[in-house]
């Protein structure tokens, strides 16, 4: 189970705007560069947050947005005829991109080990290629959880609200922090596993 089950229905709410973004000649792709770009942007102000820790709830503000925007260009590229082979690149690289970008952050948070933050940033991109190899075996784009691209956002939300109001961050945020990598890890591994599974029945 993860939260991706939900896409359909935040997709529904978003369909009036995305089609009137698409009146506009607004692009998926455009969507999509626009939604990296401001990952890049916001993971590093965050960063800053060394020095004033409510620039961390610039974080869960922005992964909201991310999601929308995410929703929106897939459905552009789908329900506009606007798909293309870059625009498949962009939206892969973009969400790694985007990941990478506001997990790393989290350097500044003094609870968390920088050995830890890289660690989940590697798991997160380990994640995505585990799910974007099926195609390349024959089978389907896999999204299977526990702890995909939805789950993962409100994860790191969740932690950078908890930094940026001024909680005490002590060695629980720090287990924490290593339940989420391991959840990762049994990501990586069931979507590999899926993926052998669709091909083989």
Do not use: C
Request: aromatic residues 8%.
């Amino acid at each position: 189970m993860s939260l991706y089950a939900l896409k359909p229905k935040f997709q529904n709410l978003l369909r009036p705007l995305t089609d009137s973004l698409a009146r506009r000649g607004v692009t998926a792709n455009q969507v999509t560069l626009f939604a990296a770009g401001g990952s890049i942007v916001v993971g590093a102000l965050a960063g800053l947050g060394m020095f004033v820790r409510p620039l961390f709830l610039m974080i869960p503000l922005w992964l909201f947005i991310r999601m929308a925007l995410n929703a929106i260009d897939g459905m552009l590229a789908r329900e506009h005829r606007q798909k293309s082979t870059l625009g498949a690149y962009l939206n892969e690289l973009g969400d790694i991109v985007s990941d990478v970008a506001l997990v790393l952050p989290f350097l500044a948070a003094p609870a968390l080990m920088p050995a830890d933050v890289w660690l989940f940033a590697l798991t997160a991109v380990i994640v995505e290629s585990a799910g974007l190899i099926g195609p390349l075996v024959g089978a389907s784009r896999r999204y299977d959880g526990p702890f995909g691209k939805s789950d993962r956002a409100l994860a790191l939300g969740a932690f950078a609200l908890w930094i940026g109001i001024g909680l005490p961050v002590g060695a629980i945020a720090a287990w924490l922090w290593r339940l989420l990598i391991l959840l990762s890890i049994m990501t990586a591994v069931r979507r590999v596993y899926a993926g052998i599974a669709e091909t083989d029945s």
